[in-house]
């Protein structure tokens, strides 16, 4: 099993909808949880970090956690082209230093 | 401006011959990780470092060194090449506060034939 797991898709969603993208992990002491977008031939860049389970909304973007489930997830409200990329998934331990990634999930957004 | 910056962004080199890719920060981060990304793989964490003269192994660290004599820089060193470390590597950084978001260079995108 790995580490931390993503769909890979692609996910493919009309303007105006709502993306939603799911990972889980397989580490119970994970606590801290990250997601990136990574356009093609660029470098990730962070969009939402969460540690607390429920929700954290930043703008169109809404992080969830729920860690009895060991799961975490992204949605994105009003998706438009600009956010087709791959979504990176990503997982650290409490004073560890090591982050695990997800392979990251395709994220298409038709116009 | 705040950035992490990577060189050489492209490297075509034959086997066994040592190269290093050089990475610096200018944010005064403690934290930096050397990180390499391959398709259906995602990215894997080669070395990091807590801060000066602290160093440890990520997840695939076999084939790589690592050294971090100054806060802003921490070089990867390829003593040996193999084409199996074709790949493209990102460096990243990020302070050692209650969170731990991590910036990344651009990427150093390595050929060994």
């Known amino acids: 099993q790995k580490e931390v797991e993503q769909n890979s898709g692609p996910l493919s969603v009309p303007e105006g909808a709502i993306a939603s993208l799911n990972c889980t992990y397989s580490?119970?002491?994970?606590?801290?949880f990250f997601w990136y977008r990574q356009y093609s031939g660029k470098s990730p860049e962070l969009i939402m970090s969460?540690?607390?389970?429920g929700d954290k909304e930043d703008g169109r973007f809404t992080a969830q956690l729920n860690k009895a489930s060991q799961y975490v997830s992204l949605l994105i409200r009003d998706s438009q082209p600009s956010d087709s990329a791959t979504y990176l998934c990503?997982?650290?331990?409490?004073?560890?230093?090591?982050?695990?990634f997800g392979a990251g999930t395709r994220l298409f957004v038709k116009a | 401006e705040a950035q992490v910056t990577q060189n050489p962004r492209y490297l075509i080199t034959v086997t066994g011959k040592k190269l290093t890719v050089t990475c610096s920060q200018n944010?005064?981060?403690?934290?930096m990780s050397w990180y390499r990304q391959d398709p259906g793989l995602g990215l894997r964490q080669i070395y990091y470092?807590?801060?000066?003269?602290?160093?440890d192994k990520g997840d695939v660290p076999e084939g790589y060194k690592v050294s971090r004599k100054e806060k802003r820089n921490f070089p990867l060193i390829l003593e040996s090449p193999s084409p199996n470390q074709t790949s493209l590597y990102f460096c990243?950084?990020?302070?050692?506060?209650?969170?731990?978001?991590?910036?990344f260079g651009p990427g150093t995108r390595l050929t060994v034939t």
């Open positions: 990503a997982v650290r331990n409490t004073g560890g230093f090591k982050t695990i």
């Open positions: 944010m005064n981060h403690e934290y």
């Open positions: 969460i540690y607390s389970n």
């Open positions: 470092s807590m801060n000066v003269e602290v160093t």
């Open positions: 990243a950084s990020s302070s050692q506060g209650a969170v731990y978001e991590q910036y």
């Open positions: 580490d119970r002491v994970s606590q801290s």
